[in-house]
């Protein structure tokens, strides 16, 4: 029940003669709510904004109890004491 993204990327440096529709590409991704950038992993350019501009979209959320107790915060209590359970096989 997440929202779905889509991003359109387009290869940069495929080749000189390669022809690039930026403005189509661009106005397809206005059009249709994507994230439009020219990058190329060739030469790194814009890589890094990518990621960053993917990462700021991607939605925030809080981690989902799984079954812990009630209220009790994610991580390792290291104030509570543990018990340990000892097997009948390795009691003295």
């Known amino acids: 029940m997440g929202v779905e993204r889509q991003y359109l ?3 940069y ?3 000189p003669s ?6 189509e590409a661009q106005a397809y991704a206005d ?3 994507l994230l439009f950038m ?3 992993a060739k030469t790194a ?6 990621f960053l501009a993917i990462a700021k979209k991607l939605p925030k959320s809080e981690p989902q109890n799984l079954g812990g107790a009630a209220g009790r915060s994610w ?3 290291l104030h509570e004491q543990s018990q340990q359970n000892k097997s009948q096989c390795c009691s003295t």
């Not at 350019?45 to 990518?50: F, G, P, R």
């Open 45 to 50: 350019m814009n890589v890094n904004d990518l």
């Open 75 to 77: 991580g390792v209590d």
């Open 38 to 40: 020219e990058t190329s």
């Open 18 to 23: 390669t022809p690039h529709p930026l403005q």
């Open 9 to 11: 990327f387009l290869p």
């Open 31 to 33: 059009d249709n709510s």
């Open 13 to 15: 440096s495929l080749s």
